[in-house]
């Protein structure tokens, strides 16, 4: 029985991943964001949108981060910090629901990803396979919007 079925017999939340934060989101982000909405408003991408409560999340279904940190220029509560530490501890993972893995030829998410986190392992007798190089991975959200099977999803990290 899948979990989201689990879940409702039991009468159980489902289990939804938090939004992700805006990047460079502080140790004490829900402590410092007044809510004002500065960072909404410069982003570039328009990717950081109002979530739950008022608090800025990222959506990454519209585009990606470019990690210009014109949100974090604009956080006078200091919410969002720049600093040379890695932006956040996101990255893409490609699901059962990719159409190479099904045996459609695709490269979409290969193709958009600048950091070439995503390429694709030539194999005989089948399409190329989507590779995550791991270390390489951003987690900046260029490859999700173009996917045309919605198999990609960015996940946090666990520390």
Do not use: Y
């Not at 990047?23 to 004490?28: E, F, G, R, V």
């Not at 109002?50 to 006078?76: I, L, Q, R």
Request: proline letters at 8%.
């Amino acid at each position: 029985m899948d979990t989201s079925r689990r879940n409702l017999l039991f009468g159980r939340k489902p289990q939804v991943p938090p939004e992700p934060r805006p990047p460079w989101a502080s140790s004490n982000f829900i402590d410092r964001c007044t809510r004002c909405g500065d960072c909404v408003s410069v982003c570039p991408t328009q990717i950081i949108k109002v979530g739950d409560a008022g608090f800025p999340t990222v959506d990454f279904s519209h585009g990606e981060c470019t990690f210009c940190g014109d949100c974090t220029s604009a956080c006078t509560p200091k919410a969002l910090e720049q600093s040379t530490d890695t932006p956040w501890a996101l990255q893409a993972s490609i699901t059962d629901r990719c159409l190479a893995l099904h045996g459609v030829e695709c490269r979409i998410c290969g193709e958009a990803c600048d950091e070439r986190a995503i390429h694709f392992q030539l194999a005989i007798g089948k399409v190329a396979q989507p590779q995550l190089i791991t270390e390489q991975c951003t987690g900046c959200g260029a490859c999700l919007a173009p996917c045309p099977s919605n198999s990609i999803h960015i996940l946090e990290l666990m520390a």
